[in-house]
């Protein structure tokens, strides 16, 4: 198969590219944005010329920047992936769209007593969802025989800025760290989700996994404090240096939901297992050395 890659220079574009490597495809073109900017119409046509799947991992991702730039943040995230879209139909191809935990969580819409379910209404907490959104919808509908929106969330990698890496170099320079405990979701490594986009795609090639939205994200729930003392004690750091606060304390530009915990029920029909519990996920993912940073805590005060 021949596989088209964009956001090839982000943290989960990256580990898709290697993933694909690894699991022995020759034919794959990862497009950085210096190569392809998804919102050049021409150039997106011409680069999905050719392939056969086409995974978007190019994304405006900086949230709190969406806020004030809503406009730029959904050209690329809702109208350049319409296009996108549109593009596919003409050509063939399959497309995965990978969009976020962040079409849910406003206060509009009621939180479900447990995860979200796939098809569980929809109703973004900021910009950055609300763009999200309007790239998912335009997939569903242009795409509906060969449309995937995978949803991840909390990503955190060896490539690019994350939470994990953020944690791993605050340890290193102060003596205790404050982290936000009263939002829970579900970390998870771009690594594993990049080798479920490569399973679903695999699926879908055989028949098996019908198009629509999948959520790819780790199992179980915490909240980023318990994240940040795992990450702690996985480094063998004292995870009391790491201290509760709540949301209220940490103002910024865009709002988070309090609960974004996603449900896994379609992957059982496609024959690709759900992805792991995040803790051993993150212990995994913090034993491949390059993206344990190896923090040396500052001592002595
Ligand atoms: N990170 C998370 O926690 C998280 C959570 C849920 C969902 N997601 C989704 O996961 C996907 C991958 O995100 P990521 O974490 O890998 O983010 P990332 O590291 O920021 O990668 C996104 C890539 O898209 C590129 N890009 C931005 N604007 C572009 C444009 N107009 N044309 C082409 N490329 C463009 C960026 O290039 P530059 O760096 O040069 O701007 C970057 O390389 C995105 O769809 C994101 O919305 C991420």
Redesign the pocket.
């Known amino acids: 198969m021949r596989w088209l890659v964009?956001?090839?220079?982000?943290?989960?574009?990256r580990d898709l590219c290697r993933v694909l490597g690894e699991a022995g495809e020759t034919e794959v073109t990862g497009a950085?944005?210096?190569d392809?900017?998804?919102?050049d119409t021409a150039a997106l046509d011409a680069a999905v010329r050719g392939h056969d799947i086409v995974v978007?991992?190019?994304?405006?991702?900086n949230v709190d920047g969406a806020e004030t730039n809503e406009e730029q943040a959904t050209?690329?995230?809702g109208y350049?992936v319409a296009d996108l879209a549109s593009i596919c139909a003409r050509s063939g191809a399959l497309l995965l769209q990978?969009?976020?935990?962040?079409v849910f969580g406003s206060e509009l819409a009621p939180a479900p007593r447990g995860p979200y379910p796939e098809d569980a209404p929809t109703a973004p907490v900021n910009a950055y969802g609300r763009g999200?959104l309007i790239g998912e919808q335009a997939v569903l509908k242009t795409l509906p025989d060969r449309g995937y929106v995978v949803?991840?969330?909390?990503?955190?990698?060896a490539?690019?800025?994350?939470f994990v890496a953020t944690m791993l170099r605050l340890a290193g320079q102060r003596e205790t760290v404050n982290v936000v405990d009263d939002q829970r979701g579900q970390p998870t490594w771009?690594y594993a989700v990049a080798a479920q986009l490569v399973a679903l795609a695999g699926s879908a090639a055989a028949g098996h996994a019908a198009p629509g939205i999948y959520h790819a994200t780790a199992s179980g729930e915490t909240t980023w404090y318990g994240l940040a003392r795992a990450v702690f004690a996985e480094s063998g750091l004292d995870p009391d240096r790491v201290r509760p606060i709540s949301t209220a304390q940490y103002p910024v530009p865009a709002a988070r939901p309090s609960y974004s915990v996603l449900g896994h029920d379609r992957w059982a029909r496609t024959g690709v297992p759900e992805l792991p519990d995040w803790r051993g996920m993150l212990s995994k993912a913090l034993a491949v050395p390059t993206f344990a940073l190896a923090p040396s805590p500052r001592r002595g005060n």
């Open positions: 964009t956001g090839a220079g982000g943290m989960l574009g950085a944005r210096a392809l900017d998804l919102r978007n991992c190019a994304a405006w991702t050209a690329v995230n350049a990978i969009s976020t935990d962040y999200k949803r991840t969330s909390w990503l955190y990698g490539h690019g800025r994350n771009s």
